[in-house]
């Protein structure tokens, strides 16, 4: 097989802190020569730190993200390439804040976030022993949602570290 193509990308992003909100927006853009894909992925993220007694920051993101295909997900059962295969697609919501609190005379962080992606044009594959077969004529689509919960800070006086919590559902 004898495949020659290229990819073209390109990304901005803008930050602008207005009063208590910190808003952040972007885009990121790319082009693939070999399926002629073009893809553009937008994200906004906002965060707000009200003006409480406690340090706490609420925060709010979503945008689309793409995955390009890798080779060996270009491939049928044959080995003959797909042309037509298309990027795999995530369009994420997420909802998070972040606690700065002292305890034991020492700095932590609590963060927690929740969130919902969208799984658009996901390419399947089959697993026989070692060998893992892509199916890239059959796409499909699935969901992940799930919380996180992550406790940062020096539990031990001068050691950075952390403890975590995730629960994941996902399905195809």
């Known amino acids: 097989i004898n495949l020659s193509s290229y990819r073209n990308s390109a990304y901005m992003q803008v930050s602008k802190d207005i009063g208590n909100f ?3 927006g972007g885009t990121r853009g790319s082009y693939w020569t070999y ?4 893809i ?7 965060a707000y730190a009200p003006i409480w007694k406690k340090d706490i920051i609420f925060r709010a993101a ?3 993200y793409y995955q390009s295909p890798f080779y ?3 491939r049928d059962s044959e080995g003959t390439l797909n042309q037509n295969i298309k990027s795999q697609k995530s369009t994420h ?3 998070g804040a972040d606690y700065l609190f002292y305890s034991w005379g020492r700095p932590f962080k609590w963060i927690t976030e929740i969130y919902y992606k969208d799984l658009k044009n996901l390419i399947p594959y089959k697993i026989d022993n070692v060998r893992i077969q892509y199916l890239a004529n059959d796409l499909s689509n699935g969901y992940a949602s799930g919380i996180d919960m992550k406790l940062n800070g020096e539990f031990v006086r001068g050691v950075e570290s952390w403890a975590s919590l995730s629960v994941m559902k996902t399905e195809e």
């Open 72 to 74: 060996k997900e270009l």
């Open 35 to 38: 399926n002629e894909e073009l």
């Open 93 to 95: 919501y997420v909802l």
């Open 22 to 24: 910190t808003i952040n």
């Open 40 to 46: 553009i992925s937008p994200r906004l993220s906002l």
């Open 62 to 64: 979503s945008g689309i």
